[in-house]
């Protein structure tokens, strides 16, 4: 791929001069925007004109409709699906965010004069239904890989005609192991075709990715500016790990907030933390991937009608989604890496609404939060609840060898690295190495501590 470094000057202007038909005007007009989103000035006209594009953006700054808005008037225009045909594709890494994209489309094509057939297939729920619908084709088709491929391998659909591809949350996608599943999908892809993907990070795969899929596209970067950044008040309250849930329950009490999304590392703390705020009388629920897509739909549906206040998610619900004006977010565990640690609070302050950000840091966790702080280039001021103050005291972890390391089993291995960002992810205390003389070597006994 000859990759052009087309940075594109990224200005605002209103939507009527980025080449938007009328339907399309009134539909942004109906949702009250006012003015295009720098990402949507910039990859509007671009996908209109049939570009590549390569783009990244922050978390809520209107990504969606950026791809979709164009994807629409395109498809509008284009000749309509027949036989087992998709016109456009679009794939994403969750069945949440699916659903979710598929009604920005849906959304954004309500007033075309001729409706268009837009459908999603994620797995979780029965193929029949999905095989059926598919059947004369459709103009849209928002997918998870392995459904996908699943539908193709049942013969329900077939790629050869797909015009507009475009990858959602690429380096997501990747994470989560669909590298292979991908390499499928886009060998039965038509070699002629328009691709654009949308990364938040560029790893190298991500890179790799592009190279394979793009062809001189328009790389778009959305600067830094305060414009462009989530307005996050980003929190940092220490408290000890078995007190999380009540300081949690005391947080939402008193700060009157309309929902509050919360997550947690593993699937019992979803359910276990849920279940004693439902105890306490607040409407909680919980949001994982053991749960049923039902259930895991309404969950989320319920948290954007008000029906339930607070929402205990595991990472599942840390990219993409978009509760429309969530006041905060709570890391009630810490994320596991710095990257997901933007994804959990990007679900607040979305939209150019004001949001907060709290994360819960005990004996276990100082170490890791400061290194992600770190990684953010970050100091946040450490608060104490009254009546919540810590009682136990920070682990500390030697990071080297007090004699400088460099013998060798007296470094970390790796398998001790894996096993400290666990057991910080889930706010147990770090098992500490500590380094005696030589050649005794004693791992800590790992007490109590986690939910
Ligand atoms: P996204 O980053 O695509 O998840 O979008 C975040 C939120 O911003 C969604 O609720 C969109 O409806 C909203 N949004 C998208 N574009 C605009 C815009 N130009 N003006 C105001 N809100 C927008």
């Known amino acids: 791929m000859a990759l052009r470094e087309n940075r594109a000057n990224v200005t605002c202007m209103s939507f009527l001069s980025l080449g938007l038909t009328e339907p399309l005007q009134r539909a942004v007009a109906a949702w009250h925007y006012e003015e295009p989103t720098p990402i949507q ?52 890494p969750t069945r949440e965010l699916a659903t979710q994209v598929v009604e920005a489309v849906r959304r954004y094509a309500r007033y075309l004069p001729q409706p ?66 991908l390499d499928r999908i886009v060998g039965l892809l038509p070699a002629r075709r328009q691709s654009l993907l949308f990364s938040a990070t560029f790893p190298p795969e991500v890179q790799t990715l592009a190279a394979a899929l793009l062809r001189d596209p328009l ?79 309404q969950a989320l549906a319920d948290l954007k009608a008000g029906k339930v206040k607070v929402l205990i998610a595991t990472d599942l619900a840390a990219r993409g989604i978009d509760i429309p004006k969530l006041p905060a977010v709570v890391n009630y565990d810490l994320p596991r890496s710095a990257v997901d640690y933007t994804h959990r609070i990007g679900r607040t302050g979305r939209a150019g609404e004001a949001g907060v950000a709290i994360s819960f840091v005990s004996a276990g966790t100082h170490a890791h939060f ?12 450490r608060e104490q609840i009254a009546g919540f103050e810590p009682r136990e005291t920070e682990v500390v972890t030697p990071l080297v060898a007090p004699d400088g390391g460099g013998i060798k089993g007296r470094r970390k291995s790796k398998k001790d690295k894996i ?27 790992r007490t109590g501590g986690g939910f």
């Open 419 to 445: 096993r400290e960002v666990a057991a910080r992810a889930v706010g147990e205390p770090v098992p500490v190495r500590v380094v005696p003389p030589r050649p005794a070597r004693v791992v800590s006994p």
């Open 219 to 297: 790389r778009i970067e959305t600067p830094d500016t305060a414009e462009n950044t989530p307005e996050i008040l980003q929190r940092v309250i220490e408290v000890d790990a078995p007190r999380r849930t009540q300081l949690l329950r005391h947080l939402v009490e008193t700060n009157g907030w309309s929902g509050v999304l919360v997550f947690v590392a593993t699937k019992y703390t979803c359910e276990h933390v849920a279940e004693k705020l439902v105890r306490a009388g607040i409407a909680a629920a919980a949001l994982h991937g053991e749960l049923s897509q039902g259930a895991r739909t």
């Open 41 to 92: 000035a910039a990859a509007i006209p671009a996908i209109l004109r049939g570009a590549d594009v390569w783009a990244s953006a922050q978390t809520g700054s209107g990504k969606t409709a950026a791809f979709a808005l164009p994807l629409v008037q395109k498809l509008a225009a284009a000749r309509r699906p027949h036989g087992r045909y998709v016109s456009a594709l679009i794939l994403v």
């Open 116 to 181: 268009l057939k837009t459908l999603v297939a994620v797995g979780g729920l029965s193929i029949n239904p999905q095989m059926l619908a598919l059947g004369g084709g459709a103009d849209l088709l928002v997918a998870t890989p392995g459904r996908l491929l699943d539908l193709i391998d049942h013969n329900a659909l077939s790629l050869a005609e797909v015009s507009v591809l475009v990858l959602d949350e690429a380096d997501r996608l990747l994470d989560l192991g669909f590298k292979a599943e």
């Open 370 to 381: 400061r290194l992600i702080e770190k990684l953010h280039s970050l100091t946040l001021e």
